[in-house]
């Protein structure tokens, strides 16, 4: 048998891939068991809704299904090809006209995050070093750098839900990660 470079992981999902490629059924349980939870977690993070997440896992999985005979292992490692499956479906729900847009849950799972990143702030000790060095902030640049670690939101997610434009939320960002560090140290 010929060695490989990949990890024993990558090849086990490429061996999986090419056993669903031929009709093997339990190879696509176990793509399913060993990286489900970490594609729910991805398609939740890209479509902001849990319902939309669960229906993009699930025709992930059949499309790696129908299309696991397009894998080639000498082309690339199997896990990227299996999430960049998932990644356009992903962006195919959001583009889609079909899909219906819950406004006012939008504005709640908002709501929950603004108190979330609130929470984070206001737990922080009030001799904390981190938080004498946040209060140093703008509030716009304090807020941008508590999305990104409290909720772990990208710079589009933090311009969208600040409303103010990407480049602008990126300065936001850098700088103020530039403040913090220039005053934790």
């Given at each position: 048998m010929a060695t490989t470079l990949q990890t024993p992981a990558g090849s086990q999902l490429a061996q999986q891939l090419e056993l669903c490629a031929q009709g093997d059924k339990a190879a696509l349980r176990e793509i399913l068991e060993t990286e489900g939870p970490k594609m729910l977690g991805v398609a939740r993070r890209l479509l902001q809704q849990k319902e939309l997440a669960e229906d993009a896992l699930q025709d992930t999985?059949?499309?790696?299904?129908?299309?696991?005979?397009?894998?080639?292992?000498?082309?690339?490692?199997?896990?990227?090809w299996i999430y960049?499956?998932?990644?356009?479906?992903?962006?195919?729900?959001l583009r889609s006209d079909a899909r219906e847009i819950a406004t006012e849950d939008d504005r709640l799972e908002l709501r929950v995050e603004t108190d979330r990143v609130d929470d984070a702030w206001k737990n922080l000790g009030h001799d904390s070093e981190l938080k004498k060095c946040l209060e140093g902030l703008q509030e716009e640049k304090r807020t941008a750098v508590l999305m990104s670690y409290v909720l772990g939101c990208t710079h589009g997610e933090i311009a969208g839900r600040l409303q103010a434009p990407l480049g602008t939320t990126k300065t936001w960002l850098r700088r103020g990660l530039a403040a913090l560090r220039e005053c934790m140290s």
């Open positions: 999985l059949i499309l790696i299904w129908r299309k696991a005979h397009q894998f080639d292992a000498r082309r690339g490692a199997a896990k990227p960049a499956v998932l990644r356009n479906r992903c962006l195919s729900i």
